[in-house]
């Protein structure tokens, strides 16, 4: 997401000033991040919910991520600007398994989710892109995640805005590597949160 620019500049920004870190980047929902961490598999990690205080530390980025809905070009759907709940209600739904996303999805549509036809759901996104080309339906998912320009996909925003925030998070208490904390105080100087 455009979230992870923020984090690449950081990155950009301390290799500028000559420090050699290596990067692992590892992709998945809320659930697989917060695993990660409490296995001490990672670091730090970046989510869409927010995360247990007493467990974790996090940092809200200042970016706001818009949902919307990818679908083929040839949907009836693709001729609108934007998309409102009632667009939605009665739409082959392909969703994100991210913990607390079908509570959001649910409350903007203004539909209790058993009243909608979700016929999938998705941890990364490019699979549920796959399962929309097919035309098995259309996903509800963030903007920017898919590259469309030149496909037979599009993206639509949803009106009203739904927007979520990423939040870096790790674990409280934290026993950092040198690299870790370099990349962290670098963010954390770039937010103004340090």
């Avoid at 927010?50 to 809905?69: A, N």
């Avoid at 203004?110 to 399962?131: C, E, G, I, M, P």
């Avoid at 739904?162 to 590597?177: G, I, M, N, Q």
Wanted: proline fraction near 5%.
């Amino acid at each position: 997401t455009d979230s992870m620019r923020l984090l690449a500049q950081a990155a950009q920004r301390l290799e500028a000033r000559g420090h050699r870190i290596r990067y692992h980047i590892s992709s998945g929902n809320a659930g697989f991040v917060l695993d990660q961490l409490d296995k001490g598999l990672i670091d730090l990690g970046l989510v869409y919910t927010e995360v247990d205080p007493r467990k974790y530390e996090s940092i809200p980025l200042p970016l706001k991520d818009r949902m919307g809905v990818l679908m083929r070009q040839d949907d009836p759907l693709a001729s609108k600007e934007f998309l409102t709940p009632q667009d939605l209600w009665k739409r082959r739904l392909i969703l994100s398994h991210q913990q607390g996303t079908e509570q959001q999805v649910s409350g903007w549509l203004k539909r209790n989710v058993t009243r909608l036809q979700v016929v999938a759901t998705y941890n990364l996104v490019f699979n549920a892109s796959l399962l929309v080309d097919e035309g098995f339906g259309i996903a509800i998912c963030l903007d920017n995640l898919i590259h469309t320009e030149g496909s037979n996909l599009c993206f639509r925003p949803l009106e009203p805005p739904f927007e979520l925030t990423a939040h870096l998070v790790w674990k409280k208490y934290p026993v950092f590597s040198k690299a870790t904390e370099k990349f962290l105080e670098e963010l954390q100087a770039m937010l103004g949160t340090g």
